[in-house]
């Protein structure tokens, strides 16, 4: 703000700021048994916390976001590496690291591929 101000336009700022925050609050998104609190970054399996590199972190959240759809790689790619894509292997790779975290310790797989359009993360036992 350029000076002077008046105290009501200073107040009228702060408040849509402190708006915008609670607005972009983040939560607990859930998928079966597997949680991903996005403020503290922990991700919790069947109550076993999870350990997880960023890039993976990123994937997951937007796995999880979309649940049960799937999201097509070209917007995982972009999503996560933005204009400058990696070798085409890269995803494939982080995917594969998403699952032996997430799938291979526990009885039930939770992350799918849909071959030629991308990955999803749902619990495809449960009926909806």
């Known amino acids: 703000m350029v000076k002077p101000f008046s105290l009501l336009e200073l107040e009228a700022r702060v408040s849509v700021l402190v708006n915008r925050r609670g607005q972009n609050a983040q939560k607990t998104l859930v998928v079966d048994d597997l949680e991903f609190d996005t403020n503290t970054f922990i991700v919790k399996r ?5 350990e997880m590199n960023p890039t993976g972190l990123k994937i997951l959240r937007r796995l999880m976001e979309a649940t049960p759809w799937v999201v097509p790689r070209q917007e995982l790619e972009l999503k996560i590496w933005g204009e400058e894509m990696p070798d085409s292997d890269s995803l494939r790779v982080h995917i594969h690291g998403l699952r032996a975290i997430i799938d291979k310790p526990f009885d039930k797989p939770l992350i799918h591929t849909r071959h ?9 036992d449960e009926k909806s």
Request: charged share 20%; aromatic share 8%; proline share 0%.
């Open 46 to 50: 069947a109550g076993k916390s999870l």
């Open 116 to 124: 030629g359009i991308g990955y999803r993360i749902a619990d495809l």
